[in-house]
């Protein structure tokens, strides 16, 4: 299975900071995620990573908020900008293979980045 | 808009006992997913089931696919305290990418 390395695990900001979160797959995966989990909530999903493109967001999640870079196919980064209270969620990356036989059609998730906006 | 529901929100259950979660969605999907995410942790990979009538198991929980119904259930056999976590369905309604919409989630707390 894809193992995903996802920094920082937790983090503490002041309002109207922002917070670039990396996520580092052992291998070169063909498709990459940005979800969002908000306290007590399932998981939404905010953009998928495009690698060589510009992400595409999901209805209620914009770029100018949400920006995404996948420069390569085992890395991307998700910034949350001009934080506020609101955004105090867990963030989390996932993957999903589609050229490896073995893990295709499994979409494996990081461990998550829990952001608390003070 | 593909929605997807789960019940019951909560289950509280005796060790030993048998119990199943119910997973609905509104759309044709080719793809349900169950994960199980402990507190505090990301999410663990269950169960991927592709096709009508797919039924998969892995030790006390399994798993089952109704297209036609758009239905999904996680059965659990004679609970265990190490069960207890939440269990999400998600489903992949998009056709093209892997674009998962969860269910709410199943918070399992099984006690001695």
């Known amino acids: 299975s894809a193992v995903i390395s996802q920094k920082p695990s937790r983090d503490i900001c002041q309002r109207g900071t922002s917070l670039t979160i990396q996520c580092q797959v052992d291998s070169q995966v063909t498709m990459m995620f940005w979800y969002r989990q908000q306290p007590g909530q399932s998981l939404t999903l905010i953009a998928t990573?495009?690698?060589?493109?510009?992400?595409?967001?999901e209805s209620g999640f914009v770029i100018d908020k949400f920006p995404i870079s996948r420069p390569n196919l085992t890395f991307s980064t998700l910034t949350v900008s001009n934080m506020s209270p609101e955004d105090s969620s867990i963030y989390l990356c996932?993957?999903?293979?589609?050229?490896?036989?073995?893990?295709?059609?499994?979409?494996?998730f990081g461990a998550g980045t829990r952001l608390s906006v003070l | 808009e593909l929605k997807v529901e789960q019940n019951p929100l909560f289950l509280s259950m005796q060790e030993g006992k048998n119990y199943t979660i119910y997973c609905n969605y509104s759309t044709t999907s080719d793809r349900l997913y169950w994960y199980r995410q402990d507190p505090g942790k990301s999410l663990e990979s269950l169960f991927v089931?592709?096709?009508?009538?797919a039924v998969k198991q892995e030790g006390r929980l399994m798993a089952s696919l109704d297209t036609k119904a758009r239905l999904s259930t996680l059965h659990i056999t004679a609970a265990v305290h190490d069960l207890s976590a939440t269990y999400f369905c998600?489903?992949?309604?998009?056709?093209?990418?892997?674009?998962?919409?969860f269910g709410t989630g199943t918070r399992l707390q099984v006690t001695l």
């Open positions: 996932s993957v999903e293979d589609r050229l490896s036989s073995f893990t295709k059609n499994i979409q494996y």
């Open positions: 990573a495009n690698q060589g493109s510009e992400a595409t967001y």
């Open positions: 089931l592709l096709s009508n009538g």
């Open positions: 998600a489903v992949d309604g998009s056709g093209t990418a892997s674009k998962l919409t």
